[in-house]
């Protein structure tokens, strides 16, 4: 019996937990390496829901992992090929930006970080990140049966543990 309390303890605190936005980020959903840059792109909420305000925080490395100063770029997204945002360019400051949107229907995104390379190419260089935005509905799917198992699970100890009890 105790062993099921401490189970369900643990699940609540796990439940409990958020993401730490660090250096570097903590919830990375995509990494790419272009050339002597990398760069990370992670959201918050994860997974980011269709009429909530989102921020998606960016990080630009070396492939040391220093993170850069100063580094202009440019983002912008788009959805089924068209783009609906631009903003910048932007000056990232110690290689960290956090860019708030509200993503108005669900669906594949797709950002687009133009980075313009001054200390090695001069070139622009596209970093490309496809961001996932949920509906409102679509933790149905995923919170139901998930409830529904851990409901089967918990019930399932407690049985056994009272089969072991009678036993005793």
Known sequence: MKAVLLLLVFAVAASALQPVFADPLGNVQ???????????????????VAGAPAKV?????????DDLIDVPVTIRVAKDGQELSRLGPVIVPFGHYVYERTFKEPGRYVLYADLTDYAYSGETLTFTFVLNVAGPNDYLYVLVPGVGAAGAAAAGAIAIAKRKKARA
């Not at 790419?32 to 980011?48: L, S, W």
């Not at 925080?57 to 992992?65: F, K, P, S, W, Y």
């Open 30 to 48: 995509s990494r790419q390496r272009i050339g002597n840059y990398d760069f990370e792109v992670a959201t918050e909420p994860a997974p980011m």
């Open 57 to 65: 925080m960016l990080r630009i490395a070396g492939v040391n992992g």
